[in-house]
């Protein structure tokens, strides 16, 4: 399957299916914001588990079928009925997280190193699992309408992400300009923000608006390219990644 950059919302009119059958759509995702990288999906599953939302991680992905609308999964009702349920109200610990990896049988992605390998504890592994301070998972939901911060002043909010199919970067913002320049959105990566204040709900980029306001414009109709990736970047003066990688898989 050939790498496509993806809308989150557009991704929310898939259907997931398991090897025997339908099991929910993806409601939200949780990213890691140091990696910027999707860790699951949040999925939806309506009357089947009487709308219980579960988690699944994008590894689990075997296929797209764009003209149904399909996303098909390596994994069966059962084990998704059995996952380790989760309070949405609440942030993910990395105790959850644990259960869930445990429940799959598959390594922790903060235990697998830049090659992809499972590094080995150095003694058996405790029944408890420390939390760390802040597991950086982010709930795609709260970051929709953050207001985007340029060196010189606001210039619009987050209206949608767009995801790398392959490795499920969050490859770039989509930031609606409507406030300044009204019908106008535009792409900005998260390699070059700032930071990121959850508290004030705004993205700080290392941009000039003027730089941003004469940006390419974003049509969400349209396949993003590579010819418009180079265009994009040419016109920050950034030097694109010839690979998009991240470290650790979900």
Known sequence: MM???????????????????????????????????????VIHTGGWLLGRDVLIAPRSVAGMDERNKRITLDLSREQVENTPPIDRAQPVSRHHEAEYHRHYGWPPYWEISAFGMA??????????VSEPADPHLRDSGEVMGYHLQARDGELGHVHDLVLDDQDWGVRYFVVDTGNWWPGKKVLVAPTWVDRVSW???????????????????????????????????AHYGKAMRTAHTTRGDA
């Open 3 to 41: 790498m496509q950059l993806r809308r989150l919302r557009e991704l929310k009119h898939y259907a997931l299916l398991a090897r025997d059958g339908e099991i929910g759509k993806i409601e939200e995702v949780y990213f890691d914001d140091e990696q910027w990288v999707v860790r699951y999906f």
């Open 119 to 128: 590094i080995p504890p150095l003694e058996p592994p405790a029944e408890s």
């Open 199 to 233: 508290a004030d709900r705004a993205i700080f980029v290392d941009l000039e608006r003027e730089l941003i306001r004469t940006a390419p414009a974003y049509d969400p109709d349209q396949i993003i390219g590579h010819d418009d990736e180079v265009r994009l970047y």
